[in-house]
């Protein structure tokens, strides 16, 4: 039954990305943003992403992409074609905070989740060669050493948008489920964004572990005052539970 659905999944259960409305910011201002996965075990084809580049540029919408590990969950080679697509079509890449900022206008936001600086140091040749600011939602960073710190510090230093990404990445409706929604704003969500501001970041948008989330959820991480934007992810894995809502 199991091995049915994933055949079924992996042959004719998703929309190509062009067409996954979520994945696309159309400043309309809303706090909810959806990013796609573009890892290589997302199986997206790179045609489909550069069919999406394009939707993008005609109708001056943000295709929001995250990738987690650049260089090894996505090879060097695929990266950088992708940078050569946004900027064949002369796209802008968006973070975050140029989202909120505006003015609306097509681009690429792309973004790094979790605590790999070294790995993402690793592409920051190409980054600055394609002039690509990325957006990096940090997870684990009261955990991490100085020479992670001291990466993302770099990583910030050139330009890139250091946002929060929970405290310890669980699944938080399963948090919500075992301590309730409180505990889940003042242990994942609010300390995530202290720790940032601690060491002079401005986050201003979460991210959700695994992309799981609830309307409940959103709403109260919004009303914690910490966060502007919440981001899920859309085309989210079989084994996850919810997926973007737009
Ligand atoms: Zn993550």
């Known amino acids: 039954m199991k091995l ?3 055949i079924l999944l992996a042959c004719c259960g998703r929309a190509p990305l ?4 979520g994945a696309f910011y159309t400043w309309d201002d809303r706090t909810m943003h959806c990013a796609a996965e573009i890892d290589d075990s997302d199986s997206i084809p790179m045609t489909s992403i550069m069919d999406a580049l394009d939707r993008a540029a005609s109708e001056g919408s943000v ?13 060097r080679d695929e990266l950088t074609t992708l940078l050569q697509g946004v900027a064949d079509r002369q796209l802008p890449f968006l973070t975050v905070k140029d989202m909120l900022a505006g003015p609306p206008r097509a681009g690429v936001a792309l973004m790094f989740d979790d605590a790999y600086p070294d790995i993402w140091l690793g592409v920051e040749d190409l980054l600055m060669q394609y002039d690509a600011h990325v957006t990096l939602y940090i997870t684990w960073y009261a955990r991490i050493d100085q020479h992670a710190r001291d990466g993302i510090r770099q990583l910030a230093d050139d330009g890139h948008d250091i946002e929060a990404h929970s405290v310890n990445h669980i699944r938080g ?12 704003i003042a242990n994942e969500v609010i300390p995530s964004f202290e720790v940032l501001r601690a ?9 959700y572990p695994f992309g799981m989330r609830t309307d409940e959820i959103d709403q109260a991480v919004l009303a914690s005052g910490y966060a502007k934007t919440v981001r899920a992810l859309v085309q989210p894995n079989p084994a996850r539970a919810s997926a973007c809502p737009l």
Not at 63 to 75: A, F, I, Q
Not at 173 to 184: E, F, I, M, W
Request: aromatic share 14%; glycine share 8%.
């Open 199 to 207: 060491d002079g970041y401005d986050p201003v948008s979460y991210a």
């Open 173 to 184: 409706p399963n948090y919500v489920d075992a301590h309730g929604l409180d505990d889940y």
């Open 63 to 75: 295709l929001e992409l995250l990738v987690h590990r650049p260089g090894v969950s996505m090879t």
């Open 4 to 6: 049915w659905w994933l």
């Open 18 to 21: 062009v067409d996954e409305p």
